[in-house]
């Protein structure tokens, strides 16, 4: 990442992140759902000299810190622009969530294939490639699923803003599918010029 486009990058992690953290909804949900937003931060900053990444993936990874950072000062269950849209679907349940797990898989994975090709791990990027990645979303979030579920057992009722389930009973299987999904369109849509961007840092 250039280095006009480094402090660029932190500038909007840092408003975004005081933003989120002034009068949030639920400040327990705020620090469970900024966490590893702020843990990404501080691994990117540890690696940025050793493991420097793709601009296309330090701009992915900021979008994705940006979805959490907006969840967690309204709640997944009352982000604004949500209301605003199902008020044209008629649907009751804010969706935002689904985003939050669209990201989970869109991100992860480019960060996944980013690795797994510049530390060489296989030999060809074919099918078996693929299927290790897409394997690799769905681990990480059936994982996050589990914390999920510990979360709700050690705090009780006051982890329902963080589950945000809104009653949904198939939410647990949704939001590992749009992580999928997520995935399998970041895989498409971004492998080409992420191929030109790695490129361009060998």
């Known amino acids: 990442m250039y280095r006009h486009m480094k402090w ?3 500038f ?5 992140l005081i933003w989120s ?3 949030p909804k639920d400040r327990a949900t705020w620090v469970l759902e900024v966490l590893p937003a702020v843990i990404g931060f501080l691994i990117l900053a540890f ?17 994705h810190m940006i979805v959490l950072m907006i969840g967690g000062h309204y709640t997944y269950a009352h982000v604004p622009i949500h209301d605003v849209i199902n008020g044209y679907f008629g649907q009751d349940r804010n969706n935002y969530d689904k985003i939050g797990h669209l990201m989970q898989g869109a991100v992860p994975v480019m960060v996944a294939r980013e690795i797994t ?8 990027y074919n099918g078996w490639f693929i299927f290790f990645l897409l394997s690799f979303v769905l681990a990480l979030s059936s994982f996050y699923e589990l914390l999920e579920w510990w979360s709700a057992l050690i705090m009780g009722g006051s982890a329902d803003q963080f589950l945000g389930t809104q009653g949904y009973v198939w939410d647990t299987q949704s939001d590992m599918c749009c992580a999928l999904v997520g995935a399998i369109f970041s895989l498409i ?10 490129q361009e840092i060998s």
């Open 8 to 10: 660029v990058w932190i």
């Open 47 to 63: 690696t940025y000299n050793s493991f420097r990444l793709t601009t296309l993936l330090y701009v992915l990874i900021l979008t």
């Open 21 to 23: 953290g002034y009068e």
């Open 117 to 124: 090709i510049r530390k060489n791990i296989f030999t060809a």
């Open 12 to 16: 909007i992690f840092f408003t975004v």
């Open 189 to 198: 849509v971004f492998s080409r010029l992420h191929d030109k961007k790695l």
